[in-house]
């Protein structure tokens, strides 16, 4: 019978033949090295452990812990022994946030404020009142609520209207000067105001629809014919107390000076001072395009069914 097919019939405790090799040469292994068997055997005060040569140091562990800052493990704590407290290690990454935050920009907390109009919480930075505000810290709004409240001014050509956006409260009656009116809807808009600012002083200019320049309009006598125009300021005119000052006689008194329709700009381009572009220049085209538009109130009139209030 061979001895490579198993235990020994008989014997209960018999072992196979690769196992009885093994146990015989273990204690080899944890004894001498089996390259070099007449090397001093090692002797260690307590049994080796599995992977123990890729355990990492007490100071390894240490700095593991302070890169990713988690609750001490027990690997720190069987390190450090009962009579010896670890170094305290931060234990949120939070408070390692504010403290670089602090480090950056100083320990002064953020200071924010509510705006006004939006109602929302902003930096302290971006607030904004009036310079003649009565209440600036009441009436406080975010630039960007403050920009887009001018803005929609000035589009809806309410230039005489750029008042505080709280006016009427707390005694506030103040108004957006210019510069700081620019410094807020920015360069383009700020022209549109302007532009809507010098129509308002002086409600007979009127804005060319192809370069948008304001051309003041050419007045004429009743008594001239059209081609011996002036240009007249308004308000030139002498008036009939002007006439009792110089004891003048009030027919003596030139008429009354008509606006003439046709409008040109320094650019040539000719549009009419009642109706821009819409019908060809000239007094018959603006003649015309006025009885056109009587007609087509009255047919909406006729289709509402509305009647003319009688006298």
Avoid: W
Wanted: proline share 9%.
């Amino acid at each position: 019978m061979d001895d490579t097919d198993g235990p020994v019939q008989g014997h209960p405790k018999a072992l196979p033949v690769a196992d009885s090799m093994l146990h015989v040469m273990r204690p080899h292994a944890f004894g001498r090295s089996l390259t070099s068997p007449d090397s001093p055997r090692k002797t260690s005060s307590a049994p080796p452990r599995l992977g123990a040569t890729n355990r990492p140091t007490a100071q390894q562990q240490i700095q593991r812990s302070v890169t990713a800052p988690v609750v001490q493990s027990m690997a720190v704590r069987r390190l450090a022994g009962p009579d010896r407290q670890p170094a305290r290690l931060p234990t949120s990454i939070n408070r390692l946030m504010r403290n670089a935050s602090r480090a950056i920009h100083g320990n002064q907390p953020k200071q924010d404020f509510v705006c006004k109009i939006c109602l929302q919480s902003a930096d302290v930075k971006t607030r904004f009142a009036l310079e003649g505000c009565a209440a600036k810290e009441l009436h406080a709004v975010c630039t960007g609520c403050a920009t887009f409240y001018f803005t929609g001014r000035v589009e809806e050509k309410r230039v005489g209207d750029l008042q505080c956006p709280l006016h009427g409260s707390d005694g506030c009656t103040a108004l957006a000067k210019d510069g700081e009116l620019q410094k807020l809807v920015g360069e383009e808009v700020y022209q549109k105001y302007v532009r809507f600012r010098e129509m308002t002083d002086d409600e007979t200019l009127r804005e060319c629809p192809i370069c948008h320049e304001l051309v003041k309009p050419k007045m004429v006598h009743e008594n001239t014919p059209p081609n011996d125009d002036v240009d007249l300021e308004a308000g030139t005119m002498p008036t009939t107390q002007d006439a009792d000052a110089n004891n003048m006689s009030p027919q003596l008194l030139p008429a009354a000076p008509k606006l003439d329709a046709g409008m040109q700009c320094r650019q040539g381009h000719v549009f009419c001072y009642y109706h821009s572009n819409a019908h060809p220049p000239g007094p018959e085209g603006c003649e015309a395009y006025t009885l056109q538009e009587v007609k087509e109130q009255k047919l909406a009139f006729d289709a509402l069914g509305a009647k003319e209030c009688p006298p």
